[in-house]
């Protein structure tokens, strides 16, 4: 792959990136159009990657073209997203758990701990970029710690549809991240795999929760038909 395809193809992914999570915090809405120019236009680039990312959504069911008229976001209903953070959650529960009997635990512990004592600086300094790499860098000590690549590659995919900046702007989140993460570190640590579990669990609970309520609160689902709750009942 030559040097410019290599920028288009991450230029692509950054796009992706943005409107999936315009999608996934509904700043867009189902049934609104996504036009090319108009998007190429506020994002500052060319209509190309535009195109290719929103190829790359259709594929995820996030969106669907219509003929001269572009791109449709595709309805998103709360089962979908009880869903997508169940998926995350077995995942990240069972890379933890593999994490658990990694060799040299305590060093590996002790690091942990350090990259939980700078989030929780930026919690306190209230700085959303640095809470955002700080969780990343967690989740990937984690992950390596694993040693399981398929498994970490299955849960990256899945946790792009997380709105990591909804999270990081909230303080009240951000205090118990660290809580948890500290909780965390002491199951991993006693190797105790159903605390772990429960653990990884409820985090993820809580962000599903905290999503579906503040989609709620902009009346997401006011005028949409949650399709899986008109079939069940």
Request: proline share 3%.
């Amino acid at each position: 792959m030559s040097t410019g395809s290599l920028r288009r193809t991450q230029l692509t992914d950054e796009v992706a990136n943005h409107l999936r999570n315009r999608i996934m915090t509904g700043q867009l809405r189902p049934g609104d159009f996504v036009r090319l120019d108009e998007t190429a236009s506020t994002l500052g680039c060319s209509v190309t990657p535009v195109r290719e990312a929103l190829v790359t959504l259709r594929g995820e069911g996030l969106v669907r073209s219509s003929p001269h008229r572009g791109f449709i976001v595709e309805p998103l209903d709360r089962g979908d997203i009880v869903d997508i953070f169940w998926m995350q959650a077995e995942l990240s529960a069972r890379l933890a758990t593999h994490a658990a009997r990694a060799q040299d635990l305590e060093r590996h512990l002790a690091e942990l701990g350090e990259i939980v004592d700078r989030l929780e600086l930026a919690v306190n300094a209230q700085h959303p970029d640095l809470i955002l790499a700080g969780e990343f860098a967690f989740h990937r000590k984690v992950h390596l710690m694993a040693n399981s690549k398929k498994l970490a590659w299955f849960q990256y995919a899945a946790s792009k549809y997380n709105p990591f900046e909804l999270y990081s702007a909230d303080t009240e989140w951000g205090h118990e991240a660290v809580a948890s993460h500290r909780v965390l570190i002491e199951k991993l640590r006693a190797g105790d795999v159903e605390g772990i579990r429960s653990e990884v669990g409820a985090r993820f609970a809580d962000a599903r929760d905290r999503l579906i309520a503040s989609l709620e609160s902009i009346g997401f689902w006011d005028e949409a038909v949650d399709t899986r709750k008109a079939n069940s009942a």
